[in-house]
């Protein structure tokens, strides 16, 4: 291997997320191509969820100093000069940036380095804020990168125009499946049943990291009125762990929603952090996405390839991009309503029909973001990218 193969993906941590999956992915699919992957986080490995794939080097980038963490963010210039100095003592042949922070940073530290850099945004931009020096940051430094990966149509012609982001890929997230099993694993049925849960008590299923971006909120307010119609409703929402997100106890928050409805804690549910998803989407009767804004939603992508009648709201970025309304899933408005949403779970819970031809056409996106088509138009874009930075 020579050195000009090393390749180094940098995001914040490897804590259970979309972001942070996918990460993984392209590093497995680089070191099959022939690369020396490297995943840098900011964060320790104390943080990372998932399990690291063979051949995959991991690095943590160095503890602040004690005068660095006085200077609070005015340290950041030393920062991105400790990593330019790291790139270039690896001998790095071809950079990737994975979300905005860790993006613009890595066009900073290459920018003099003659390495070329990639982007990969995972949200939606103006949905979710970064603050103004970093919003300034960024549209300075992403006109400077070689390729920017973009998951999908609406937000590649987004960042053309707002951010200069010219040179793109469509590069939507790959299922795999079967779905990957990995600790710690929870079986749902015998958990849901120490908690009182009836073997054929139907169940909604919700997954994700991040309960105002997911809108958790907006669901539990929408299970409210079917679980008190039916005694036997189960709400569970998997991913959200007791460690506090931005200072907050998400499960408190959302748990807080039934102080006037005792009688439904019970029926609120949080797993926690699981590797065997596919036993949960398997156990559910609707797997329901109730976000505000994604980038490319790839739990719902999932829910979809393991057969689960899925429904969505039509938030800014993805799910109209999986979900035909009423042929494969269904698709509400960004700003439907909560009674719009109420009528359709509770006419879905009681059509068993609807809901299994919903999911028998929902497993076609295995064939439709299969991940060897999209492994190869990423590597050959790499390769043509690196292929220009040396003849430059």
């Known amino acids: 291997m020579t050195s000009q193969r090393r390749v180094v993906l940098y995001i914040d941590s490897l804590k259970l997320g979309g972001a942070e999956r996918v990460t993984l992915t392209w590093a497995a699919w680089l070191q099959q191509a022939g690369w020396k992957p490297i995943v840098l986080t900011r964060k320790s490995i104390g943080w990372d969820f998932y399990p690291l794939p063979a051949g995959v080097e991991r690095v943590v980038e160095p503890a602040d100093a004690p005068w660095m963490h006085r200077l609070g963010p005015l340290a950041f210039p030393f920062r991105v000069r400790r990593l330019q100095r790291w790139l270039a003592v690896q001998n790095v042949g071809l950079a ?210 393991a057969g689960c009648c899925c429904v969505a709201a039509d938030c800014p970025q993805g799910p109209a991009d999986l979900i035909q309304d009423g042929v494969n899933g269904c698709l509400l408005p960004a700003a439907a309503s909560d009674a719009q949403w109420v009528q359709l779970l509770g006419t879905l819970l009681t059509d068993v029909g609807e809901r299994q031809r919903l999911a028998a056409n929902a497993i076609e996106v295995r064939e439709l973001y299969d991940p060897a088509a999209l492994q190869q138009r990423l590597t050959q874009a790499l390769e043509c990218l690196v292929g220009e930075a040396a003849q430059n």
Request: glycine residues 8%; hydrophobic residues 45%; charged residues 20%.
């Open 96 to 305: 990737i940036g994975v979300t905005s922070l860790p993006a613009i940073k890595l066009l900073l530290a290459t920018r003099l380095l003659g390495v070329p850099c990639v982007v990969s945004e995972r949200n939606f931009p103006p949905s979710k804020r970064i603050g103004r020096i970093w919003s300034v940051l960024r549209r300075l430094s992403y006109p400077w990168a070689g390729l920017h990966l973009v998951q999908t149509q609406a937000v590649g012609e987004w960042m053309k125009t707002h951010l200069g982001a010219h040179r793109q890929l469509l590069l939507p997230n790959p299922v795999q499946w079967p779905l990957t099993r990995f600790r710690p694993s929870l079986d749902p049925h015998a958990w849901l049943s120490s908690r009182g849960c009836g073997s054929t008590d139907p169940v909604l299923l919700a997954v994700g990291t991040k309960a105002d971006q997911k809108g958790f909120d907006r669901l539990v307010r929408w299970w409210i009125p079917l679980a008190q119609a039916d005694a036997r409703l189960q709400l569970v929402i998997v991913g959200l762990d007791e460690r506090r997100y931005h200072g907050r106890d998400q499960q408190a928050d959302l748990r807080a929603l039934l102080v006037d409805q005792p009688e439904l804690q019970a029926r609120l549910h949080f797993p926690g952090r699981v590797g065997n998803l596919a036993d949960w989407y398997a156990r559910t009767q609707i797997f329901v996405l109730s976000s505000r804004y994604e980038g490319f939603p790839n739990v719902l992508l999932e829910a979809m390839a």
